[in-house]
């Protein structure tokens, strides 16, 4: 079992910053991709950046040039930096971790933070 610890999310006003943390911990082999997933009300769960563990990242476009991704991959542990927030980021954040559970396993591991809710008022 993978557990994914997640922190740092509020009620910030527009143009306001945040700063999400996950750690993970248990089970796990190797972590390859580590990112962040937000659902809003009403709407489905979206990507909004991933990194592997390599550094190649993945925005959604909404989020491109307000929200940076990084990982200290010593702590298993990932980080949104969240600048110049609007209202439409208003959701509740997931972390999610992918990765090896042994050795010979391939991304066998899918797991899922409780998520944290970020409101962002206008």
């Known amino acids: 079992q993978v557990q994914l610890v997640e922190s740092g999310g509020g009620l910030v006003q527009a143009g306001g910053s945040l700063r999400l943390s996950c750690a993970a911990s248990?089970?796990?082999?190797?972590?390859?991709?580590m990112g962040w997933y937000r659902q809003a009300p009403g709407k489905q769960r979206e990507l909004v950046a991933a990194?592997?563990?390599?550094?190649?990242?993945n925005y959604a476009d909404s989020v491109k040039g307000r929200f940076t991704i990084s990982r200290d991959n010593a702590k298993n542990t990932v980080y949104l930096q969240m600048n110049s927030l609007k209202p439409e980021d208003t959701a509740v954040y997931y972390c999610?971790?992918?990765?090896?559970?042994?050795?010979?396993?391939?991304?066998?591991?899918?797991?899922w933070g409780q998520g944290t809710l970020v409101t962002v008022s206008s």
């Open positions: 999610n971790v992918q990765g090896n559970s042994r050795i010979g396993a391939r991304n066998d591991v899918d797991a």
């Open positions: 248990g089970s796990i082999f190797r972590i390859n991709t």
């Open positions: 990194m592997t563990t390599g550094g190649s990242t």
